[in-house]
């Protein structure tokens, strides 16, 4: 087979249609699989110094955003978002 054997006279072709659409919000892997991570967010241990504010600095470029971080923890953190522990797996939602 030569370099050019691929080239025909036929003229184009219409091309492939995808197989299947990717689902809203492109929370699938490469083979359209729905991806969990993608749609409940990263996990994250706290570690001694951490801070809500600090954790949200360190994972999305801004401390401010710590209210997300707590909104999504609640139920682990409680009432007071200053009191997080050392070996608290926090959800870090995606924004």
Do not use: C
Not at 12 to 25: C, D, I, L, T
């Amino acid at each position: 087979m030569g370099l050019f054997d691929f080239l025909s006279n036929e003229g184009e072709k219409k091309p492939v249609e995808p197989a299947a659409k990717p689902a809203a919000g492109g929370a699938t892997d490469f083979f359209g699989n729905a991806n969990a991570a993608a749609t409940e967010g990263e996990t994250y241990t706290v570690v001694s110094g951490d801070s809500l504010s600090k954790i949200a600095r360190n994972h999305y470029g801004d401390g401010t955003k710590w209210h997300q971080i707590y909104e999504a923890n609640k139920g682990v953190i409680g009432s007071d978002p200053d009191k997080i522990e050392v070996g608290q797996v926090l959800t870090l939602p995606k924004i």
